[in-house]
């Protein structure tokens, strides 16, 4: 028998004193309900009923069982209005898996419109590398991840946000750069010229730089490293201060307003940055993560 419903016996037997009385308010026969009672006490190994007084009474046990089916009523009501506002998206927790680059390009374009409108929803911000962000999305370590293809691990699935150019920038003050019109972005040189030259480079564990390293083997350029980093921005503004060249997504090249470099757009058809969001497909995904999926497919629908 549900525990619950215990309570209301034993709360009637205590009101009205008597298990016949009690049993008409509870419309159930008098031995339907003394065989419960009989049965509830054997099954906890302890006398609920004071049959010894007149009227009938609780014992100890009688009520330290009652108080502790109160607190479990209580628990019971907490959880199930909990779980309506989960439903309801009032209340939530979502873990997002983001590398840095899209934290600060990507991210805040959806993300200040979630927390609006889902103010009880907390969001906790994983950062790493794609590499990480795999491992830990296949693990189940997080809900959903805003990451850039191409994914490796054949748990995870995804849907694309957007695609994007990346360009080659290059300090105005390099010689490459000399006698070339403004509104010029296709690379007016020979891309061999690119060999040993300065390069500012992402980390070898990001996903940019393995695109950025099929530049360089497709063309046999052997660049030099001056850096290695892991934020892009960085990256512009040591190539804005003439230190070397370097290569970035649109979107980073759109959001600057460096003064100092000059850009050329790589061929789309083979370098380009695909973003995607990605999630566990073994796993059913949470209505939040659903509502952030949909919104950040609403909001990049136009780049697809």
């Known amino acids: 028998m549900n525990k619950l419903q215990t309570k209301s016996y034993l709360e009637a037997v205590t009101r009205f004193g008597n298990i016949s009385n009690a049993a008409k308010h509870l419309y159930v026969s008098q031995p339907y309900l003394s065989k419960v009672i009989k049965e509830l006490e054997n099954e906890v190994g302890v006398e609920l009923i004071n049959r010894e007084s007149n009227p009938l009474t609780l014992t100890y046990a009688g009520e330290r069982y009652l108080a502790y089916l109160d607190e479990m009523e209580m628990i019971q009501q907490k959880m199930e209005y909990e779980l309506q506002e989960i439903a309801n998206l009032e209340k939530g927790r979502l873990k997002i898996g983001v590398n840095p680059f899209l934290a600060s390009h990507t991210l805040y374009n959806i993300l200040p419109e979630f927390i609006n409108s889902y103010p009880g929803i907390e969001i906790e911000l994983i950062e790493d590398n794609a590499n990480q962000i795999e491992v830990l999305l296949a693990n189940q370590k ?44 296709q690379l007016p040189f020979s891309i061999h010229q690119l060999n040993n030259e300065n390069f500012i480079l992402l980390k070898s564990n990001m996903t940019l730089r393995t695109i950025t390293d099929k530049f360089f083997n497709d063309f046999n350029i052997v660049p030099k490293p001056v850096m290695e980093t892991i934020n892009i921005d960085n990256a512009l503004y040591l190539t804005n201060a003439g230190i070397g060249l370097t290569i970035v997504p649109e979107s980073v090249k759109n959001k600057t307003t460096h003064e100092n470099i000059q850009y050329f757009k790589l061929d789309e058809t083979h370098y380009k940055n695909n973003v995607v969001v990605a999630y566990n497909k073994n796993r059913d995904i949470s209505k939040a993560a659903s509502v952030f999926l949909n919104l950040a497919k609403m909001r990049f629908k136009e780049h697809i």
């Open 142 to 185: 997080m809900d959903i991840s805003l990451t850039i293809l191409p994914i490796g691990n054949d748990q995870i699935t995804y849907e694309t946000l957007y695609s994007e150019a990346l360009y080659l920038a290059i300090p105005t003050s390099h010689e490459l750069a000399h006698n070339i019109p403004t509104e010029t972005n």
